[in-house]
Nanobody, 128 residues
Framework: DVQLVESGGGSVRAGGSLTLSCVASLNGVSSVRMGWFRQTPGKEREGVAAIERDDNTAYADSVKGRFAISKDNAKSTLYLQMNSLKPEDTAMYYC???????????????????????WGQGTQVTVS
């Protein structure tokens, strides 16, 4: 199985920034789709950002222009740079990855939990 470990969450004032990291137990992260999701109590898990094998990216409308997803293949690490944070960004943030042997998936599943096979434990982001 693929292990994903997130870090970088915390508490920040509105307008501030945070960078989340996700280390994957993969031999590089360039060959799999990876994404960031968030969830608040009582709500469904929401796709925030995704990056494909070919580096194409996708963002939820609510974070476009404020968040940026990137990856460092040498470090097997996925990042989420979050700027201009708002209180409504408060959530548990999860890193996700598809199975390394997955066939290429539809772009429609980039921000859907159905497009991923492995999940991290989450890191809390609180914006006040």
């Amino acid at each position: 199985d693929v292990q994903l470990v997130e870090s970088g969450g915390g508490s920040v004032r509105a307008g501030g920034s945070l960078t989340l990291s996700c280390v994957a137990s993969l031999n590089g992260v360039s060959s799999v789709r990876m994404g960031w999701f968030r969830q608040t109590p009582g709500k469904e898990r929401e796709g925030v950002a995704a990056i494909e094998r070919d580096d194409n990216t996708a963002y939820a409308d609510s974070v476009k222009g404020r968040f940026a997803i990137s990856k460092d293949n040498a470090k097997s690490t996925l990042y989420l740079q979050m700027n201009s944070l708002k209180p409504e960004d408060t959530a548990m943030y999860y890193c996700a990855a598809e199975h390394p042997r997955s066939r290429p998936q539809s772009a429609l599943t980039r921000l859907s939990p159905d497009g991923y096979d492995y999940w991290g434990q989450g890191t809390q982001v609180t914006v006040s």
